[in-house]
């Protein structure tokens, strides 16, 4: 499966984004889809995921400012990030997954190349 994200851009606290993430080669709705983040110097961290039977799951400090959901009909994911704080900046990647640990990165067989978000006043 192949995934194409994009959507990422400079925005000021408080702003709204809305990542979008294409897959081709793959059905959506079959895989663990998953959004992670590498900040500077940082390692690459878990922020929202979406598994085949639409249970979503969050890191603890993204939990009621973003959303992670797919439209099935695009074979496309989305994530939503509401409220944005200069710590969310980060490169934003989707992965996918035919395993249920959604917050393992070794889980995500799949990954695609990544969107930068830079929150900044």
């Known amino acids: 499966v192949q995934l194409q994200a994009s959507g990422g851009g400079t925005v000021q606290p408080g702003d709204s984004l809305r990542l979008t993430c294409a897959v081709s080669?793959?059905?959506?709705?079959?895989?663990?889809m998953g959004w992670w983040r590498q900040a500077p110097g940082k390692e690459r961290e878990f922020v929202a995921a979406?598994?085949?039977?639409?249970?979503?799951y969050y890191k603890d400090s993204v939990k009621g400012r973003f959303a992670i959901s797919r439209d099935t009909a695009k074979n496309t994911v989305y994530l939503q990030m509401n409220s944005l704080k200069s710590e969310d900046t980060a490169v934003y990647y989707c992965?996918?997954?035919?395993?249920?640990?959604?917050?393992?990165?070794?889980?995500?067989?799949?990954w695609g190349q990544g969107t930068e978000v830079t929150v900044s006043s």
């Open positions: 992965a996918a997954s035919r395993q249920k640990y959604y917050s393992r990165k070794g889980a995500y067989e799949n």
């Open positions: 080669g793959g059905t959506v709705s079959t895989y663990l």
């Open positions: 979406m598994a085949w039977s639409s249970t979503t």
